[in-house]
């Protein structure tokens, strides 16, 4: 049987990985580039996994991350200040502090029983709560990020799939995956008003 805490800890490395793997080959335009009319945007998501974990692994079980960066402190910080890389902040550091939360994090979970009791300030008369409760929060946040990101990646260069070595996607070339996509599209089409 599976440590229950070590598969949730595994689930979450595997959404972190494939965040990560989004970013690489890009070029630094690539990562940066808002691709929805929201912004959303490869290294902002990535900046923006790191102040939601660091939050809710840390803070949240009185564990803060030592020195964190300014905009982690989201009363001050310019509205969505999470969410896109400024000039000074290179991707490198980005990943950096992304990678060095989860050092800070993967502690936390080390160290916790799931039954831990903490408190979500943010979320007011529902902030009590357990760490197995916020562990599998974390995890839906990371995966659902992780998705945005793979669409992204997909407009941005085509690449897309779960991870480099196993993609979890139908093994077709690139005609094939046309042709697929102009049925779906025909498909769509019949549903237009008007047609």
């Known amino acids: 049987m599976d440590d229950p805490k070590?598969?949730?800890q595994r689930?979450?490395?595997?959404?972190r990985d494939a965040m990560v793997w989004k970013l690489d080959g890009l070029a630094e335009y690539d990562l940066r580039r808002p691709l929805t009319p929201t912004g959303t945007n490869l290294l902002g998501l990535v900046k923006h996994l790191a102040v939601t974990e660091a939050g809710y692994l840390g803070a949240v079980f009185d564990r803060p991350l030592p020195d964190p960066p300014a905009y982690f402190d989201v009363d001050s910080a310019e509205p969505n200040a999470d969410m896109w890389a400024t000039?000074?902040?290179s991707s490198e550091w980005v990943l950096d502090l992304y990678r060095r939360v989860w050092a800070h994090d993967d502690a936390t979970i080390a160290e916790l029983a799931l039954d831990a009791p903490g408190r979500v300030p943010w979320w007011g008369d529902r902030g009590d709560v357990t760490f197995h409760r916020i562990l599998v929060h974390v995890i839906d946040e990371t995966s659902r990020h992780a998705g945005h990101a793979d669409i992204v990646r997909e407009l941005i260069d085509g690449a897309a799939g779960l991870r480099r070595e196993v993609p979890n996607m139908a093994s077709e070339d690139a005609d094939w995956w046309a042709d697929y996509r102009a049925r779906v599209e025909d498909t769509a089409a019949t549903f237009?008003?008007?047609v």
Request: charged letters at 30%; hydrophobic letters at 35%.
């Open 6 to 8: 070590a598969t949730l």
């Open 11 to 15: 689930y979450l490395q595997v959404a």
């Open 87 to 89: 000039p000074d902040e």
């Open 192 to 194: 237009r008003e008007g």
